[in-house]
């Protein structure tokens, strides 16, 4: 199993937020292609499914050389993840072909299966260029991190939330738009949120990219429900990701501020689609992502 973690809450040190995410990332390999992926320090319910993406992906890229760094993955969240266990991950070579590589990576916990995802490496070659250009938002600096938002704002949820709301996190975000849980009307499936880990990280390629699979899990949901009167925040829907892509396009850091636009282009069926672009500040685009999501409206029971 990787190295034990403190069962202490996370502190509010940056430095310390990200050393916990790095460890978290750090699945320990058990032999066979097999992997353990930790569970977080006081965590409490269901685990974030961008955990689970992230420590699959570091596991799949174990078993995959040095030179075909991921350009895309592919995965389903079958069961939600109980944060009182860690992960087990078990990674199968379906390819390893002169330019490309191919994985399947299956994690379990208690014995059954929580996620499945395919992940694709490729070597890096050269070949025509283009891509689409960063939208004109404000500068993070001008913005206020969503940590200050949400305890501003944290009386007005529910108060079996406020805990959650609370939680000093290792990814700082600055959104451009206001988020649901701040409250004004209905408005169109779009956002715009700058974010990057909340203290620098090493050199190594591998970990930007976990830590960046990790984060496209944030934001990216609650963008399908912004035309509509539902959030967890009003308690009057349940929600949970589905299955979740990400294209990687070009290198980048992740400690450095990437500008994430989101946006829905349809939901039914209690189901949202949601895209997002992922840009770095000098507005190269390096990530696209895509998740479908259950958003299920619930309806309050009528008193006996």
Not at 14 to 30: C, K, S
Not at 150 to 162: F, H, I, M, N, W
Not at 197 to 220: E, G, I, N, Q, W
Request: net charge negative; proline share 8%; hydrophobic share 40%.
């Amino acid at each position: 199993m990787p190295p034990a973690m403190s069962e202490t809450p996370e502190s509010s040190d940056p430095a310390a937020l990200v050393d916990g995410l790095l460890r978290l990332l750090d699945v320990a390999d058990q032999g066979n292609d097999h992997f353990a992926g930790a569970r977080k320090p006081g965590g409490v319910g269901r685990v974030f499914g961008g955990q689970v993406i992230g420590q699959a992906l570091a596991s799949a890229e174990r078993t995959v050389p040095e030179d075909r760094p991921v350009h895309s993955l592919h995965a389903y969240f079958l069961r939600g993840g109980n944060e009182d266990f860690g992960i087990d991950f078990e990674v199968m070579r379906d390819l390893d072909g002169g330019s490309f590589a191919n994985r399947r990576v299956v994690a379990s916990q208690q014995g059954k299966p929580i996620l499945t995802m395919v992940a694709s490496f490729h070597k890096r070659e050269p070949g025509v260029e283009h891509a689409e250009d960063m939208p004109v938002v404000p500068e993070p600096e001008s913005l206020r991190s969503e940590a200050e938002l949400r305890a501003e704002y944290a009386d007005k949820v529910p108060e079996r939330l406020r805990q959650q709301m609370l939680t000093p996190r290792p990814i700082e975000l600055r959104p451009v738009e206001s988020r649901h849980w701040m409250g004004g009307p209905p408005r169109e499936p779009l956002s715009h949120t700058w974010m990057r880990a909340v203290a620098p990280l090493p050199d190594d390629p591998k970990l930007h990219r976990a830590v960046l699979a990790y984060a496209s899990d944030m934001t990216l949901l609650g963008t399908a429900t912004l035309p509509h009167e539902i959030s967890w925040s009003k308690g009057n829907m349940m929600g949970a990701s589905l299955d979740h892509a990400i294209w990687f396009h070009e290198d980048f850091r992740a400690d450095e501020w990437m500008l994430y636009v989101c946006d829905s282009p349809w939901a039914g069926r209690a189901r949202g689609f949601n895209r997002g672009r992922i840009f770095t500040r000098e507005g190269k685009l390096i990530a696209n992502v895509a998740q479908e999501g259950l958003i299920r409206p619930l309806t309050k029971k009528k008193d006996a």
